[in-house]
């Protein structure tokens, strides 16, 4: 997959991917917040697609949190890795980033959905532009300078965040409204919820066209061609992986995780990883 192109406004990006994802409970103790699926695939793959049609000449994926597992879902992506050096902030995973960011760049958390193309953003070679109306955002563009104001906050208070970056540079901010909704996926239930509203409008929201499965209208749920569904009633808001085994079960309101097997069970507002329910 390649993500390059001819433009005057050309820079990088980076994906921020490296927290524990501690809100998420026991789920994301086993598999990384980026590597949660959506219908089609993971978060990490939505914001892969998302970036490909803005003028991006490389990107990077700052890791820490079972990174290997991250690295191995993407060998076959052309994006760089980088591993986030402490303290485990957002600030620190930007500058992480410093070595291998020579020109403006856009960055996008990790955790974030995003409903419509962002290519808007873009438009121009301004720096220091947010999506959003407020500093609360997770997708924006700065400048490599940035790097020396991030170091000065962070020798004078570790734990700083990024809203203390940007109320030191507010004035030269420029704030880009969003077309449609953003959401951080912190929780279960916001991934829930995110999984919801894809499938509730699936043409009115941002959804990858996988070959890998397909999206029933009448069931308003997403399902992967090599899942196994036998004797089950499965629906509304759905969304079922790769290699899942669904049994004489009844099934609605969940995600189910790759390899989960789901016997003679009545599952609602669950996200299910192998055996083992997780009811929001």
Same mark, same amino acid.
């Given at each position: 997959m390649l993500f390059f192109y001819d433009s +005057?406004?050309?820079m990088q990006a980076i994906i921020l991917a490296g927290g524990r994802g501690?809100?998420?409970?026991? +789920?994301?103790k086993v598999i990384p917040k980026s590597l949660l699926p959506l219908p089609g695939g993971s978060i990490l793959e939505y914001q892969l697609h998302l970036l490909q049609k803005l003028p991006i000449s490389s990107i990077y994926v700052v890791t820490r949190h079972l990174s290997e597992e991250i690295k191995?879902?993407?060998? =076959?992506? *052309?994006i760089g890795f @980088?591993?986030?050096e402490k303290p485990l902030t957002v600030l620190s995973a930007i500058l992480s980033s410093q070595r291998y960011v020579k020109e403006r760049f856009l960055v996008l958390h990790g955790d974030n959905y995003i409903s419509h193309d962002i290519s808007y953003l873009t438009k121009s070679d301004e720096d220091n532009v947010l999506l959003g =109306?407020?500093?609360?955002?997770?997708?924006? +563009?700065l400048d490599p300078k940035i790097f020396h104001l991030i170091k000065g906050i962070i020798y004078k208070n570790q734990e700083a965040g990024l809203q203390d970056l940007f109320k030191i540079i507010f004035k030269k901010i420029r704030f880009v409204e969003i077309k449609g909704w953003r959401k951080n996926i912190n929780t279960p239930q916001d991934l829930l919820d995110v999984n919801f509203e894809i499938l509730r409008d699936w043409s009115g929201n941002f959804h990858l066209n996988s070959e890998s499965g397909y999206y029933s209208k009448s069931c308003l749920s997403w399902r992967h061609k090599n899942s196994k569904i @036998?004797? &089950?009633n499965i629906g509304p808001f759905v969304? @079922? &992986? *790769? =290699?899942?085994? +669904?049994? &004489?079960s009844r099934v609605s309101y969940s995600v189910i995780l790759p390899n989960s097997r789901i016997i003679e069970k009545e599952v609602e507002n669950s996200i299910v990883i192998g055996d083992n329910l997780f009811q929001v």
């Open positions: +005057i406004f050309l501690e809100r998420m409970g026991e +789920i994301t191995k879902g993407f060998k =076959n992506y *052309e @980088i591993h986030q =109306n407020g500093l609360d955002t997770g997708c924006y +563009i @036998i004797d &089950s969304t @079922i &992986s *790769e =290699n899942v085994q +669904i049994i &004489s």
